[in-house]
């Protein structure tokens, strides 16, 4: 939690957290232990190569990066949080996970998480499923009933743009989008607009469901303001609609307001939760809502193929990582912004921050395209030369993701240090100070 959260909650969410652990013993617990690093130290002359998609514009390039004959390099992948490798702990806790036949309910560790995640988020019930995207899916079959029913979200949400338009083409629901706004919300005026055009019609979809997104990946990880979450309720009940939460990185935001998951979701009739992003378990994702949509969600998962047995293994992984949650994700953010901070002070005209939209885990860097697109940005810092080795001392290979036309993306997650940030800050620097020099390449 942020600094101002009450003492009772923080210790309501450890005393959750560590009791689930109890119960299902999870073993392996040792808190000295040091977390793997994604970092590599690799040595020798070789390509590596590989592809690097646009999500922003689904464009791809292929690109390969030589390294030097016995150059040591340092690797920093800022791609995704999903980029994680669990830790030493993580691993002996799944190697002794008590296990049991999840499909009959029967996985104690699973059990256990379940329960965790269902207080955590202030919902009766939860149930683990692999994937968030899954996660969601179930949510938007569980609350259309009807095919052809209506789901309004933004035009940037990840359920619209990057889950395969599952909505439509497994559960046959029709999805009407509104245009984000910078912060990551929907104005409200557009939607009861939308909502009171269809309501009600014979011509129109009629509308069942409102998804949300918080953090919101395509704004940049922006939060959610509380009580907007609270008018977009008011809004759905007074229409009889549901809301979902796409809360994949939910807690992310429940540690930069200082405040539990549970006051966020709150105002959600259901919300799903990634472990693979924030809370750093190798896989899962869970749904929470009310008693009766659980049931529902379960025989939607079997239909789906997402009922898993002895996963007891994967749950005791995230049992492990939401222990340090707090400190973790407090961490995250903190590196984020100072390299935000740090960009800013290079006062490139090729590359620029908003640093107050850094809010949690996630930096938007916008380029300048004419000069300097972002795929080749991701590009020049992932290589390593021995110009960079003669001019800084050091070998810095730093993964990016190229979003869109003018924008690329930078994660950070607990495998990155306060001393990897200030790496990808210091190789930055050197890529930009060098394509300065050349403003007819591109």
């Given amino acids: 939690m942020g600094p101002d959260a009450p003492d009772h909650e923080m210790r309501h969410l450890n005393q959750l957290v560590q009791g689930a652990g109890g119960r299902a013993h999870v073993a392996g617990q040792s808190e000295d232990e040091p977390r793997i690093s994604s970092r590599a130290r690799c040595r020798g002359s070789r390509n590596n190569a590989r592809r690097s998609t646009c999500k922003g514009n689904g464009a791809h390039s292929y690109h390969t990066t030589s390294l030097p004959a016995e150059t040591e390099h340092h690797v920093v992948d800022l791609r995704s949080d999903t980029v994680t490798r669990p830790s030493p702990e993580m691993r002996q806790a799944m190697a002794q996970a008590e296990v049991g036949d999840d499909d009959y309910g029967e996985d104690p560790t699973v059990n256990a998480l379940q329960s965790v995640i269902a207080d955590l988020l202030g919902k009766e019930e939860a149930i683990f499923v692999p994937t968030a995207t899954m996660a969601n899916l179930i949510a938007v079959m569980c609350h259309c009933r009807r095919r052809g029913a209506q789901l309004l979200l933004g035009r940037e949400a990840h359920i619209h743009v990057f889950e395969h338009g599952g909505v439509a083409q497994v559960a046959g629901v029709h999805s009407e989008t509104l245009q984000d706004l910078p912060d990551g919300t929907i104005s409200l005026d557009e939607l009861e607009h939308k909502i009171q055009r269809s309501y009600g019609s014979q011509y129109y979809?009629?509308?069942?469901?409102?998804?949300?997104?918080?953090?919101?990946?395509?704004?940049?990880?922006?939060?959610?303001?509380?009580?907007?979450?609270?008018?977009?309720?008011?809004?759905?009940?007074?229409?009889?609609?549901?809301?979902?939460?796409?809360?994949?990185?939910?807690?992310n935001a429940a540690v930069a307001?200082?405040?539990?998951?549970?006051?966020?979701?709150?105002?959600?009739?259901?919300?799903?939760?990634?472990?693979?992003?924030?809370?750093?378990?190798?896989?899962?994702?869970?749904?929470?809502?009310?008693?009766?949509?659980?049931?529902?969600?379960?025989?939607?998962?079997?239909?789906?193929?997402?009922?898993?047995?002895?996963?007891?293994?994967?749950?005791?992984?995230?049992?492990?990582?939401?222990?340090?949650?707090?400190?973790?994700?407090?961490?995250?953010?903190?590196?984020?912004?100072?390299?935000?901070?740090?960009?800013?002070?290079?006062?490139?005209?090729?590359?620029s921050v908003n640093p107050a939209a850094v809010e949690t885990n996630i930096v938007m860097m916008t380029t300048s395209a004419s000069r300097l697109a972002p795929a080749k940005l991701c590009e020049l810092m992932e290589a390593v030369s021995e110009e960079e080795v003669a001019t800084t001392g050091q070998a810095t290979s730093v993964r990016l993701f190229p979003w869109g036309e003018r924008s690329l993306r930078a994660v950070w997650h607990c495998d990155v240090s306060a001393q990897d940030t200030q790496l990808a800050g210091s190789k930055l620097r050197f890529v930009l100070d060098k394509w300065e020099l050349k403003p007819d390449v591109n």
């Fill in 257 to 351: 307001l200082g405040v539990l998951p549970s006051h966020i979701t709150q105002h959600c009739d259901s919300v799903s939760l990634c472990l693979s992003k924030g809370v750093g378990a190798p896989a899962g994702a869970l749904l929470a809502g009310q008693r009766e949509f659980i049931a529902e969600a379960w025989r939607v998962r079997k239909l789906l193929g997402g009922g898993m047995r002895q996963a007891g293994v994967l749950a005791a992984a995230a049992l492990v990582g939401l222990r340090r949650m707090e400190e973790t994700l407090q961490r995250d953010h903190g590196n984020a912004r100072s390299f935000a901070e740090g960009v800013c002070k290079l006062g490139s005209p090729l590359c």
């Fill in 205 to 251: 979809p009629r509308p069942e469901l409102i998804c949300l997104e918080n953090t919101h990946c395509s704004a940049g990880g922006r939060i959610l303001p509380l009580q907007y979450l609270q008018e977009v309720r008011q809004l759905a009940h007074r229409y009889g609609l549901k809301t979902h939460l796409d809360g994949a990185r939910v807690l």
